[in-house]
């Protein structure tokens, strides 16, 4: 979801030619966001599956049109989600240049040293304040100063790099469900037993997903797995109290 993305053009950044593709269109973070909020489509269409159409009798009847049927919506809605979240990296990418853009108008607007020193804390005291001493961000924010004094912002409007990260959400989106979507494919005449493997393996790539998030950001990677795990398994328990 492209709401969560704060930073995702300074992290780009520091992709190296040894990255995969789709990490030089997206951020870590963004990526991992999107592997899972995709995979958690694909288990409310299977667990609504399971609830609805086959209930306390999983050994009932279900017609290979109705799986198809079945199978075409939950793809569809989970490659709705990915263009809808790369429209919105596409527009808050756009937003934060502007907030880049008004940043440096103000400080170059400032009258004084001091005057435009202060608009570069009201901007990052709250990130510095826990880790750095008052005279250290005194002197940061002057060597800033310095540099944003003359410097020309970058244009708001759409750039190249905009279309590269909607692409990107919309492929991560895409490629992240395919191993769920495959049981449903091939065991379509099977649809409990297809269903129920959709799941583990939507389990199984929520904990890869998760295990990967633990790792970048330094968190403990097997309890941010075992979490993401732990949530899909709940979605089941849920639907199965349902009668699913």
């Known amino acids: 979801m492209s709401i969560r993305r704060s930073s995702s053009h300074r992290i780009q950044q520091r992709a190296t030619p040894k990255e995969s593709f789709l990490w030089r269109l997206l951020d870590p973070i963004d990526m991992l966001a999107e592997v899972i909020f995709s995979v958690l489509i694909v288990l409310t269409f299977t667990l609504w599956f399971g609830v609805v159409k086959l209930g306390a009798n999983p050994g009932k009847p279900i017609s290979v049109e109705t799986m198809n049927e079945f199978i075409l919506t939950a793809f569809g809605a989970t490659l709705a989600w990915g263009i809808i979240d790369g429209i919105l990296y596409v527009l808050l990418s756009v937003l934060q240049r502007g907030e880049r853009h008004l940043l440096v ?125 732990g949530a899909g398994a709940l979605m089941v328990a849920i639907a199965i109290l349902l009668g699913g």
């Open 105 to 229: 108008t103000e400080i170059q607007a400032a009258e004084t040293d001091q005057e435009a020193v202060d608009v570069i804390a009201g901007e990052f005291d709250h990130i510095l304040e826990p880790i750095t001493g008052e005279g250290q961000r005194q002197a940061l924010y002057e060597d800033m100063l310095e540099h944003l004094r003359d410097s020309r912002p970058r244009p708001v409007g759409f750039q190249r790099e905009d279309l590269a990260g909607a692409l990107g959400s919309v492929l991560v989106a895409v490629l992240a469900v395919l191993p769920s979507f495959m049981p449903l494919v091939l065991l379509r005449q099977q649809p409990a037993l297809a269903v129920r493997l959709s799941n583990v393996v939507s389990f199984i790539v929520l904990f890869i997903a998760g295990y990967q998030w633990g790792k970048y950001t330094g968190a403990n990677p097997w309890k941010i797995g075992l979490l993401l795990f």
